[in-house]
Nanobody
Framework: QVQLVESGGGSVQAGGSLRLSCAAS????????MGWFRQAPGKEREFVAA????????RYADSVKGRFTISRDNAKNTVYLQMNSLKPEDTAVYYC???????????????????WGQGTQVTVSS
C-alpha cells in the first residue's frame, strides 16, 4: 500500500522560506516521478513542481520558477520542495503525489498522478 506523508508546512512572513518533505512508502520510490501540487481555499488544486524518477529533470509552474526547488533523495524515499521568497499568494495546502506507472516522465496534470498525501498547510502573511 502506497503511503505519502508530507511535513514541513507552517506560517511564515512574506519573503521567508520553508522546506516541505514527503516521505513515501509501499513502493520502490526511485522508479516513480513525483510532483507537488497546492490548493488554496476556493480554488482548484494546481501544479507546482515535478521531478523525474531518474535524471533529476524538473518542471515548474511559472508562478514559482526561480523561487521553488524540487529535489529527491532516493536513499531516503523522500521528495522535497524548497520554497524561498514566499508570497501571500503561495498560501495553500501543499500535496505531494506519485504516478502509478514507473519510468515515465514528470508531468503537470493533476490527473496524471494516482497517489496523494494528506497535505500540509503553508500560510504566508504580508
Amino acid at each position: 500500500q502506497v503511503q505519502l506523508v508530507e511535513s514541513g508546512g507552517g506560517s511564515v512572513q512574506a519573503g521567508g522560506s520553508l522546506r516541505l518533505s514527503c516521505a513515501a512508502s509501499g513502493r520502490t520510490f526511485s522508479r516513480y516521478a513525483m510532483g507537488w501540487f497546492r490548493q488554496a481555499p476556493g480554488k482548484e488544486r494546481e501544479f507546482v513542481a515535478a521531478i523525474s524518477w531518474s535524471d533529476g529533470s524538473t518542471r515548474y509552474a511559472d508562478s514559482v520558477k526561480g523561487r521553488f526547488t524540487i529535489s529527491r533523495d532516493n536513499a531516503k524515499n523522500t521528495v522535497y520542495l524548497q520554497m524561498n521568497s514566499l508570497k501571500p499568494e503561495d498560501t495553500a495546502v501543499y500535496y505531494c503525489a506519485m504516478k502509478f506507472r514507473p519510468f515515465v516522465a514528470p508531468t503537470t496534470g493533476r490527473g496524471d498522478y494516482d497517489y496523494w498525501g494528506q497535505g500540509t498547510q503553508v500560510t504566508v502573511s504580508s
